[in-house]
């Protein structure tokens, strides 16, 4: 009897600390739900930077982890260029939509590098279909031209699978997506920039050498990358807005 009634004590706090992780857990969910594009994520560094020279070429890179890896992997890129990367690790193109005005109008830039679509194939923030990615890139690319802001939108990255949620078929999604994409700059006149064809294994998935997962680059990855976006970002500076 007093094996049971020990053991029943046991449980009885197993329980209550279940409910008190459940009950942390939950709080935590409500605080990040409240910032659910993660406004905060850039707020101080955009209210450092100051209103741009008439001379500068500032250019913002808004995306995803693949945004914010270049960032981390390649800081000197930026930093010659002066360069403003603006992504966030997970994020689809609704929460960019959301922070679209803060993270890229206010600031400014000349032209905008618009990388984004491949959380949404995931299903990081729910079922999303390829014609409601298109439509927030393309909310986002109208409202930086309504700005006097050039776009460049790039194709998505190649990638076979997602190693965190596998089955998604991105190898057949992000192609069909990337056409899309493409068709919608030229009605546009928006400039598209084709990431994907340079760093496709043959499989529609992206070369060892350039990721070290399948969808994450390594810093070869990014340098391909660069020499693809300074020649994109030089013509369309040179441009005339439409």
């Not at 496709?200 to 976006?229: F, I, P, R």
Request: charged share 20%; with cysteine.
């Amino acid at each position: 009897m007093e094996f049971k009634s020990n053991q029943n004590t046991m449980n009885t706090k197993t329980i209550f600390k279940t409910l008190i992780m459940c009950a942390f857990l939950i709080t935590s969910f409500k605080v990040d739900a409240q910032d659910w594009a993660n406004l905060k994520r850039y707020q101080a560094e955009n209210a450092e930077l100051k209103t741009p020279e008439k001379q500068e070429n500032r250019v913002v890179f808004m995306g995803n982890s693949i945004t914010q890896g270049w960032v981390e992997t390649r800081p000197e890129f930026f930093k010659k260029n002066a360069y403003i990367g603006r992504g966030i690790s997970g994020q689809t193109t609704p929460q960019m939509l959301i922070r679209f005005r803060q993270d890229v109008i206010a600031l400014q830039p000349k032209a905008v590098v618009i990388l984004a679509g491949t959380n949404d194939i995931a299903g990081n923030t729910g079922p999303s279909t390829l014609e409601m990615i298109i439509d927030n890139l393309a909310s986002m690319a109208e409202v930086a031209r309504a700005n006097n802001i050039k776009v460049i939108l790039c194709s998505v990255l190649p990638a076979y699978d997602y190693p965190w949620k596998k089955g998604m078929e991105p190898n057949i999604k992000i192609p069909q997506l990337n056409e899309m994409i493409k068709a919608y700059a030229a009605q546009k006149s928006f400039v598209y920039l084709d990431f994907f064809s340079a760093m496709n294994d043959g499989k529609n998935g992206m070369k060892a050498e350039y990721s070290y997962d399948g969808v994450h680059c390594t810093a070869k990855g990014y340098e391909v990358m660069e020499k693809l976006v300074q020649p994109a970002i030089a013509n369309v500076l040179k441009t005339k807005l439409k």
